[in-house]
């Protein structure tokens, strides 16, 4: 008997980022080519080098999802998690009951670079100020990654397996992945997966910006993120959370969801090359849409839009170009290509979450999000990468890559659903 993978679809989306706390706001944003890179106001950054982040203002962990007895004790990015997961499921129409899937078929795969540094830091001020007997019973669960995933099981009910994926970068595309094959495999029903990121503070601040990896463009920060612009000098620091809820596609229908794509291709590979440089040629990443695109079962030319990893570092998008021109050959120069990094900066662990997201409207509203701050395009990244405002376009493909530090590579194909 020939085994069938089953279809993958996406019923729902939660999006919180410096453009906004929920999708609506964070798509809508994106498609003004709205930039959500501000200063920096929720931690002092008199003392550091940078002052400029996509912070994430005036977000408010609720009663309803977590008692407020126990909001200090969980860092932030579990609280973004949390959020965006119950945006989705509401979305998605499965919240409270789960339209009638068994609690033991839903699980949750997230995708988280760095973990709770926020906490880590003042627990850390505390110990030296205070001593050992001062630390939190409550610091080790409220920091580390894979609590993301166990409070949203724990929160909601689910049953399912629950495990997180760090991966830097690419972490939440991986976990996007991961969570993808369970549904494809048969194992789970219904999946919660995504990406979630709280680490603009001052020691990830220091490390990336004392690395030079960091603009410096502190006093234009919603014009600090310039992929693909001859100005780009490094990327900006962002955080949230994006979360997608994946359902067996036939089970989806049946229940009458509504379906905003599929995940149809997956490629991963490593460059072997250096633990923080891209390759200049872009190789680990040209073989990983290769088998992105293999995967999906189609040919390069059915990709209409790329999603560019694109952060704004001088060798970055050179790189990356010279991939996608490699991958693509002649079509690469009438495909669309954007870094929506230039509006929200770089979720790191997050960035395969939410720059899956708007892959996903993409396709499922025919519009394809713009890369701002192109004003004067680098010769060297030569592709069409819809300057400034957005364009309207049918495309049944729409590829998201994803990079890490360590030569991770992670790249996505997905679908437009079509009945």
């Not at 950054?45 to 400029?52: K, R």
């Not at 119950?86 to 998605?92: C, F, K, P, R, V």
């Not at 399912?160 to 194992?187: K, V």
């Not at 025919?366 to 049918?394: R, S």
């Amino acid at each position: 008997m020939t085994f069938k993978p089953r279809r993958v679809a996406i019923t729902g989306m939660g999006a919180i980022c410096g453009l906004g706390l929920n999708l609506k706001e964070v798509w809508g944003g994106v498609l003004e080519g709205r930039p959500g890179i501000t200063k920096i106001e929720n931690i002092n950054t008199e003392n550091l080098g940078v002052h400029i982040a996509g912070e994430v203002k005036n977000f408010k962990m609720t009663e309803e999802l977590l008692p407020e007895k126990e909001w200090s004790r969980y860092d932030t990015f579990i609280h973004y998690g949390l959020s965006a997961t119950n945006e989705a499921l509401i979305q998605a129409g499965l919240k409270d009951n789960f339209a009638g899937y068994n609690a033991e078929n839903i699980g949750a795969i997230m995708g988280v670079g760095m973990g709770g540094f926020p906490q880590i830091e003042s627990t850390h001020s505390t110990f030296l100020e205070k001593g050992a007997r001062r630390v939190s019973p409550f610091f080790i669960p409220g920091i580390i990654p894979n609590m993301a995933t166990g409070l949203i099981t724990l929160q909601f009910g689910m049953k399912g397996l629950n495990y997180t994926i760090s991966s830097a970068c690419a972490s939440a595309a991986h976990a996007i992945t991961a969570a993808a094959y369970e549904i494809m495999m048969g194992r789970q029903e219904v999946m919660i997966t995504g990406g979630t990121e709280s680490v603009v503070t001052a020691l990830p601040l220091s490390g990336f910006n004392n690395m030079k990896a960091l603009s410096k463009r502190n006093d234009e920060p919603g014009k600090a993120s310039r992929p693909f612009d001859v100005a780009r000098d490094g990327f900006v620091m962002g955080e949230g959370a994006g979360v997608l809820i994946l359902e067996d596609l036939e089970k989806a229908i049946a229940r009458g969801a509504t379906i905003y794509a599929e995940v149809v291709g997956h490629g991963a590979t490593s460059d072997a090359y250096h633990i923080t440089a891209p390759h200049p040629e872009g190789e680990g990443a040209r073989r990983c849409m290769a088998m992105a695109v293999k995967t999906a079962g189609i040919t390069p030319d059915q990709v209409g839009y790329v999603n560019a990893h694109g952060t704004s570092t001088p060798l970055g998008d050179i790189g990356e170009t010279n991939a996608i021109k490699k991958t693509f050959g002649e079509h690469a120069h009438s495909m669309f290509v954007s870094s929506t990094k230039s509006m929200t900066g770089h979720l790191l662990g997050a960035a395969g979450g939410i720059e899956s997201i708007f892959c996903t409207m993409a396709l499922h509203e025919g519009i394809i999000p713009p890369t701002i701050n192109l004003d004067n395009q680098d010769p060297q990244c030569d592709l069409n990468y819809v300057p400034h405002k957005p364009v309207k376009a049918n495309i049944e493909y729409a590829l998201n890559n994803s990079f890490g530090f360590g030569g991770t590579n992670s790249s996505l194909v997905l679908k437009k659903y079509i009945k």
